[in-house]
C-alpha cells in the first residue's frame, strides 16, 4: 500500500506516514510542530513534485499512551463515533442486501394493499355475521307467525284441551278467535227417573229425575228430550225441555251446570194416552 501524505489541520505542516505505522494508533498522529493529534485519513493530501521531498513524520504515534490525559478522551469518542458509524453502516447493508427477497419485496404500498385486504376479509366476516343473524331473527319470527296462524285457525280444537285452554283464551282475547265450550253430555249422569200420573192434575204425568255433571269441568244445562213409543217402540208423542223450562228456585236463571252435584228436575206434562208404553229420555243441546 503505498505512503500516506497528511497535513495538520491547525498549522497545515505536511508529512508522510507508512500504513503500518497509522494502524499502531487506529489512524492518528501528533503533529511535530503544534503537537495537535488528528486523524491522518481525514487530512489526506494528493502526492505532487514539490512534495516528494517530504520526509517520513516521526510522529505517528505508537499507541494512546503517548497521548496526553485529556487528548485520550478525546480520541475515545472519535474512535467510538467511527465505530458506531461502521456499526450502522453495516447493519444498513445487512437489511438491504442479506434479507431474503419475500420480506425487502414488502413495499408500503403492498403493506397498506395487505392491511386493505384485512380490513375488508373483517369486513366481510362482520357482514357475513350480521347476516346470520338477521336470517335467524326473521326464521325466529316467521316461526312466531306461523304457530299464532296455527292457533288461530285451531284454536276451536285446542281450547277443549284443558292444558292449552288457558292460553288459548289469553291469545284469543286480543285475536278474537273462537273458543270451544267445554261440553260432553255422556258425562252429564241421569239418575231416579220416574213418570207417574200427576197427584192434582187428570190426564197429566209428573216426571221427576236427578241429574249430575260428573265431567272435571263445568258446562251448560242441556234440553231434556222425553219421548213415549208403542208396543212396537213406535214414537207416539214427543217433548223437549229446555233449561228455562225445568230450572226452578235458585236455579231458575242458571245457564252453566255445576260439578258433581244432583240437581232435582219435576217434570210435567199430558198424558200421551194408553198407546205410549214407555218412555225414555235424552240430553241435547
Not at 76 to 95: N, V
Not at 192 to 205: E, I, M, N, R, V
Not at 244 to 271: F, K, T, V
Amino acid at each position: 500500500m503505498p505512503d500516506i501524505i497528511t497535513s495538520c489541520p491547525d498549522c497545515n505542516i505536511a508529512f508522510r506516514a507508512l500504513p503500518s505505522q497509522l494502524s499502531a494508533a487506529g489512524g492518528l498522529v501528533r503533529c511535530g510542530t503544534c503537537l495537535l493529534v488528528f486523524k491522518a485519513q481525514d487530512h489526506l493530501q494528493q502526492p505532487e513534485e514539490d512534495l516528494n521531498n517530504i520526509d517520513y513524520m516521526p510522529y505517528v504515534l505508537d499507541g494512546f499512551s503517548d497521548l496526553p490525559e485529556d487528548a485520550e478522551y478525546e480520541i475515545e469518542g472519535e474512535l467510538s463515533r467511527d465505530l458506531d458509524q461502521q456499526i450502522g453502516d453495516e447493519l444498513e447493508s445487512l437489511t438491504t442486501d442479506d434479507v431474503p427477497a419475500q420480506f425487502t419485496d414488502q413495499s408500503p404500498s403492498m403493506l397498506f394493499d395487505d392491511e386493505l385486504n384485512a380490513n375488508k376479509c373483517q369486513k366481510k366476516s362482520t357482514s357475513k355475521l350480521l347476516s346470520l343473524f338477521g336470517s335467524a331473527v326473521i326464521l325466529a319470527v316467521g316461526s312466531v307467525l306461523l304457530a299464532a296462524q296455527a292457533v288461530h285457525f285451531n284454536s276451536a280444537d285446542l281450547s277443549l284441551n284443558p292444558e292449552y285452554r288457558r292460553l288459548v283464551q289469553k291469545f284469543c282475547a286480543y285475536t278474537d278467535c273462537p273458543i270451544s265450550e267445554y261440553r260432553d253430555l255422556s258425562k252429564i249422569e241421569i239418575s231416579q227417573f220416574l213418570a207417574q200420573d200427576h197427584p192434582q192434575h187428570y190426564g197429566a204425568l209428573s216426571i221427576n229425575l236427578l241429574i249430575n255433571n260428573k265431567a272435571g269441568y263445568e258446562q251448560r244445562f242441556p234440553s231434556l228430550v222425553i219421548r213415549f213409543n208403542d208396543l212396537n217402540d213406535a214414537p207416539v208423542a214427543q217433548r223437549t225441555f229446555t233449561p228455562r223450562d225445568y230450572l226452578q228456585g235458585r236455579l231458575a236463571n242458571a245457564i252453566i251446570m255445576p260439578r258433581n252435584r244432583q240437581i232435582h228436575i219435576n217434570l210435567e206434562l199430558m198424558d200421551p194416552g194408553d198407546n205410549a208404553t214407555s218412555y225414555t229420555i235424552e240430553l241435547t243441546d
